[in-house]
């Protein structure tokens, strides 16, 4: 079964172009189906696996207290390896088919007012180096809706503050141009011209966002960086990279942004990932009016 699980872990890299974490993700959720399928089921081979073995092992996840999230996550898991193996003739029949997976219940994203996204944009110190590195990473995360993963991975060559666009690398390998809009320009332009010049310690280093040891920023460090600024500018709620990712699609929104526009700019492949923030700005609209309509 882990021959089977390692061929299809192999698909999904080479054919479907998957993120390295997304493949670590589906290997681990799948090992730990055949390790429970061979233990506790006595399966010795994927086409012994059937839809009883599957509602045992949920079951038991479920007794573990795993979250309806992470079950709905393996029932994802197993009906793609299993429709896999389908195709390519291993197995004669899918046990995942009457497979139901959990319901989730949706869970709306936190999100910054503007006006703490001002204050947070407020606090790093231009007149040094890393002040212009963060300012300027704050104002493109806000800006553009970057990933933070995406925000570190950016080389030079992939922003062209002339024509005012970055050129990103998101979910799947799968690339898109961003509008990175006037303030974010000429923050990247003071920061390119005055603040990496001074934190390059590499002269070949194309990383766009370098930290004090003259190296590519890592994911940690921004996380860090975001959490110092956001205790400075007295913001109470737990806010993270995906934070600003939020309020940057819920505000364009709130300002009448259409929904196909924001879900290009974010890179999700499917409409309904963007709908999320349809309910946030409804909510935003419920309580303007129950604030102001004499009414309400």
Request: hydrophobic fraction near 40%; glycine fraction near 6%; proline fraction near 4%.
């Amino acid at each position: 079964m882990r021959s089977n699980v390692e061929e299809f872990i192999h698909y999904l890299a080479v054919e479907r172009g998957l993120a390295e974490n997304t493949l670590e993700s589906y290997y681990r959720d799948l090992i730990g189906f055949c390790t429970f399928a061979a233990e506790v089921a006595k399966v010795r081979n994927v086409g012994e696996v059937t839809r009883e073995v599957i509602l045992r092992y949920l079951l038991n996840m479920q007794k573990e207290g795993k979250s309806p999230a992470t079950l709905a996550r393996h029932v994802a898991a197993l009906k793609s390896f299993y429709h896999f193996l389908l195709r390519e003739k291993l197995i004669e029949f899918d046990p995942t088919l009457n497979v139901d997976t959990p319901k989730l219940a949706r869970k709306l994203p936190q999100i910054l007012s503007v006006a703490e996204v001002d204050r947070l944009l407020q606090q790093p110190d231009p007149s040094t180096p890393a002040g212009l590195r963060d300012k300027s990473m704050l104002e493109l995360m806000y800006a553009t809706g970057l990933r933070v993963s995406e925000l570190v991975s950016l080389q030079i060559n992939q922003v062209n503050c002339d024509t005012g666009f970055i050129r990103c690398t998101g979910k799947g390998a799968k690339e898109r141009i961003v509008p990175i809009g006037s303030v974010a320009k000429e923050c990247l332009n003071a920061y390119l011209a005055y603040g990496r010049v001074k934190l390059l310690k590499i002269p070949k280093e194309e990383a766009l966002f370098i930290n004090q040891m003259g190296a590519r920023l890592t994911r940690q460090g921004f996380w860090k960086i975001l959490k110092k600024y956001a205790r400075k500018a007295g913001i109470a709620k737990d806010i993270t990279p995906h934070t600003l990712r939020h309020s940057f699609a819920t505000h364009l929104l709130e300002n009448g942004a259409d929904l196909r526009v924001v879900q290009e700019m974010l890179g999700h492949a499917d409409i309904t990932t963007t709908q999320v923030y349809t309910h946030l700005t409804s909510r935003h609209l419920k309580e303007v009016y129950n604030k102001t309509h004499p009414r309400a």
